[in-house]
């Protein structure tokens, strides 16, 4: 089944703690990209990626890192979280660039910054 | 970065009645995407857009790629309880590979 799998569903950690959120897709996708989602603020690009080792700041990169070693695995990772970036985060892929039009997204994985 | 607003924020409505929602760009925009998102899910596109004053349907779901190209229209006739969730337009960012998304629209549906 082609899917876009995000991991950890759901994580609750304190302010300073590196964590990462793995995405992994198995559609051969070039394009991958991060989402954050916020009440009244829709989705937020964090990063994005046209292709392995290739990877673009999006709109709210700060206090993001991103890394394509592979072409299925695009992990986000908080060096040091801090609670504004407690959010609801979507991994996402698509052939070519997004502008084919078909975005695929993850189920989403729910960040809590103590 | 580039801006893009939805309205209405929400609506709540019958089952049965049309609903009509609209994203304005402050740039002139050469692609809209319309995305729906379920309670708990990610979002899943609806219908794409690359030309303006392009009209285009699925099933009860019609888009609009304004004149303009500064906004875009999605109606959704006869609504039903499983068109609850979030409408999202989206377009191109400043950027090849940016893609901005607007605040969404929450809807709704009384059976």
Request: charged content about 15%.
């Amino acid at each position: 089944e082609a899917q876009v799998t995000q991991n950890p569903r759901y994580l609750i950690t304190v302010t300073g703690k590196k964590l990462t959120v793995t995405c992994s897709q198995n559609m051969n996708h070039e394009y991958m990209s991060w989402y954050r989602q916020d009440p009244g603020l829709g989705l937020r690009q964090i990063y994005y990626s046209m292709n392995v080792e290739v990877t673009d700041k999006g709109d709210v990169p700060e206090g993001y890192k991103v890394s394509r070693k592979e072409k299925r695995n695009f992990p986000l990772i908080l060096e040091s979280p801090s609670p504004n970036q407690t959010s609801l985060y979507f991994c996402a892929s698509s052939y070519g660039s997004w502008g084919s039009g078909e975005l695929f997204f993850g189920e989403g994985s729910r960040l809590t910054v103590l | 970065g580039q801006q893009l607003n939805q309205s209405p924020q929400s609506m709540f409505i019958q089952e049965g009645e049309d609903v009509s929602m609209n994203c304005t760009s402050s740039s002139i925009f050469n692609t809209w995407l319309w995305y729906k998102q379920d309670p708990g899910e990610g979002p899943v596109l609806l219908i794409a857009l690359y030309k303006a004053g392009e009209l285009t349907s699925n099933g009860r779901l019609t888009a609009q790629f304004g004149i303009t190209r500064k906004d875009s229209f999605l109606n959704i006739s006869a609504s039903i309880p499983s068109d609850v969730g979030i409408y999202f337009c989206a377009g191109p960012g400043t950027s090849y590979g940016k893609l901005t998304f607007g605040q969404g629209t929450i809807l709704t549906v009384h059976p």
